[in-house]
């Protein structure tokens, strides 16, 4: 029996243990990192990101006139800055059209877009209150130019991107102006610093207001500390305004998926979520002189090997200072539209693939795991081989074409779970010109042998 006294003790203890949990409770959720109270959960948050695979990038600005490098040029001190604002006079827009740019993005396969809104050279997009240095008040194209595209791209059912350059290399009150000239430190000029925390974070409201981004891709956090830039407290203004809204990398540690750029991952990366960036030819912007560009196979290539490990292509694409987008450009999206649409039910809504060792070539999984998608280059002349796959094969076929194709298994012993190699017949009448997909139908979840193999101890 226990006393009133003893029941009393009790109920104390209980009190405060429930206090303390409550406590750890509201320590554990204010950790950075933490889902915050009005965002969601983490993995629902990212599906549509997941699934999408492919988006692409507009470096649109005033670098495209001359067709030089975006703010770059004049940062390292190959134009001067004044003469690279005299590229206002050419920023016309005249040809521009946001809905056929929609259009084209939807035909390429791609789910979202990511714009810059304004890059380092803090030329921005659309008729911001703060500042003056945008499309409408200070260029020859006399309009915003963001908001169009923005409901182009929503009426293609597309998400929306935002490109933010956090450094603003022309705002008097920033720190840096060129690689040799730096106006001040924020430590040394408090109050200065602040003013600019005040504009940039006043455009990232306006932005949020006005737009409601379903992505923010930041750019440029390098230049200064998380402290400095007030990273958590500009990532909660944007939940607070959008629960759902995803960030990117680049804003010292307080994004939800890596952005690697250019260089394309070797070995599978150990974020859940990544994108990897990339250029169609050597520049981000419009650059008349560049024409290096990828071919359509090469660009099919790594975006396969992109989604095989997981991660999304975000492909970039230069515009003209008229707003045209330049012929080798649109000649790519559709040719990547051709093959996506072709091929949309190994690449969208996927899972990352299975390891190389088992096939010599980028893969994907469907979600419940059952179908393994073989992505073939060339031309295999004659078959492809699968090695350590515990599962029975109960169907093959050529994807967007649905011929059916047979395999044989080789080398498996009745008595031992080595499951053989299984070898699958590739015709040359079932392959695509720019690369084949096969399907591959499992009797179940992929099940993979990962042993070293044994010793054949009876023959
Ligand atoms: C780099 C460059 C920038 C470009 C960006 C795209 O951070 O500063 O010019 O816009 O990469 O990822």
């Known amino acids: 029996m226990t006393s009133p006294l003893q029941k009393n003790i009790i109920q104390i203890a209980l009190n405060k243990l429930t206090q303390l949990g409550l406590l750890t409770l509201l320590f554990l959720t204010s950790l950075p990192g933490h889902a915050q109270n009005n965002a969601q959960p983490e993995e629902e948050k990212m599906q549509w990101f997941q699934d999408a695979k492919l988006g692409i990038f507009i470096h649109w600005g005033l670098y495209a006139v001359k067709g030089i ?11 001067s800055h004044n003469d690279y604002l005299k590229q206002t006079n050419g920023f016309t827009a005249k040809n521009y059209d946001p809905v056929a740019w929609a259009d084209l993005i939807k035909k390429s396969g791609a789910r979202y877009s990511v714009i810059t809104s304004k890059h380092h050279d803090g030329f921005a997009l659309w008729d911001s209150k703060f500042g003056d240095f945008n499309a409408k008040k200070a260029s ?6 963001l908001s169009p595209f923005v409901n182009a791209l929503r009426k293609e059912g597309l998400k929306v991107g935002i490109y933010y350059s956090l450094p603003d290399w022309s705002y008097q009150d920033y720190t840096h102006h060129t690689r040799d000239s730096m106006r001040y430190k924020p430590a040394d000029d408090p109050k200065r610093w602040n003013t600019f925390l005040n504009y940039y974070q006043g455009q990232l409201k306006e932005l949020s207001k006005t737009y409601n981004p379903d992505l923010w891709w930041f750019d440029g956090d390098w230049e200064h500390s998380s402290a400095e830039w007030e990273a958590p407290k500009v990532r909660q203004m944007l939940l607070d305004r959008n629960p759902g809204t995803i960030i990117n990398s680049r804003l010292q540690g307080h994004g939800d998926y890596a952005t690697p750029e250019q260089g394309m991952p070797v070995t599978r990366p150990k974020d859940n979520y990544w994108e990897l960036c990339m250029t169609m030819n050597n520049s981000w912007g419009y650059q008349k002189n560049d ?39 649109e000649e790519l999206l559709t040719g990547l539209g051709r093959w996506t649409q072709k091929h949309k039910e190994a690449i969208f809504d996927t899972s990352a693939g299975i390891p190389k060792e088992h096939f010599y070539g980028p893969t994907t999984l ?18 492809i081989v699968l090695r350590g796959i515990k599962n029975k094969i109960n169907r093959i076929w050529v994807v967007g074409d649905g011929t059916k194709l047979s395999h044989k298994v080789v080398g498996k012993i009745y008595w031992s779970h080595y499951p053989g190699i299984k070898y699958i017949q590739v015709p040359d009448y079932v392959l695509d010109e720019n690369m084949t997909v096969l399907a591959v139908l499992l009797d179940g979840k992929i099940d993979l042998y990962r042993e070293d193999g044994s010793v054949i101890e009876s023959n």
Do not use: C
Request: charged share 25%.
């Open 69 to 79: 490098d975006e703010s770059w040029s004049f940062f390292n001190g190959y134009i």
């Open 140 to 145: 020859a194209a006399k309009r915003d130019v």
């Open 291 to 329: 024409h290096d560009y990828k071919s359509l196979d090469q660009l099919i290539g790594i975006f396969t090997d992109v989604i095989s490990s997981g991660g999304n292509l975000l492909l970039d694409i230069g515009p003209k200072g008229d707003g045209s987008i330049p012929k080798e450009q």
């Open 366 to 383: 469907s979600k419940d795991k059952s179908i393994l998608y073989l992505f073939v280059k060339g031309n295999p002349k004659g078959e």
